[in-house]
């Protein structure tokens, strides 16, 4: 998950686990550390080739936009097959369309107030129990 809002990540993160989700959730604040990771000390992404990962993503980030992201990982042989879901508070029709045109997977727009909020991700977390997300080796 790369989310810069402690809050937002808390919420994400509990609503998954209500699901019934239980996978592994490393938790990113910007996109400088989770591409680190992604990508590994040699840069390649080979680190994490064959593993399952499911890349939970904000737009606007501290360092970088989450656009950049979604590129270096869709563009990259070992992560390019890797699910993105977009998580944002970002609506504009242009920039969805240009997340789906880059490879993402899911979009979704975060309410900007709490209620609606926690019921988006209530349902994401429904999604993933019932998409069944693959264990981390």
């Known amino acids: 998950m790369i989310e810069d809002d402690e809050g937002h990540?808390?919420?994400?993160?509990?609503?998954?686990r209500r699901a019934g989700v239980n996978n592994v959730i490393e938790s990113f604040r910007d996109g400088?550390?989770?591409l680190a990771a992604l990508f590994g000390p040699d840069g390649t992404g080979e680190i994490n080739a064959g593993r399952p990962l499911l890349i939970l993503l904000d737009l606007n980030?501290?360092?970088m936009t989450g656009i950049d992201i979604l590129q270096k990982v869709k563009s990259n042989?070992?992560?390019r097959r890797s699910p993105v879901v977009i998580l944002?508070?970002?609506d504009d029709q242009r920039?969805?369309?240009?997340?789906y045109d880059l490879?993402?997977?899911v979009y979704i727009t975060k309410p900007v107030n709490y209620e609606g909020f926690a019921n988006a991700i209530r349902q994401l977390g429904l999604f993933f129990s019932v998409m069944q997300v693959p264990e981390s080796a």
Not at 95 to 99: D, F, S, T
């Open 61 to 63: 980030l501290p360092d």
């Open 103 to 105: 490879g993402c997977n």
């Open 88 to 90: 944002t508070t970002t």
């Open 9 to 16: 990540a808390r919420l994400i993160e509990r609503n998954i």
């Open 95 to 99: 920039e969805i369309q240009r997340c």
């Open 32 to 34: 400088t550390s989770a």
């Open 77 to 79: 042989p070992h992560l």
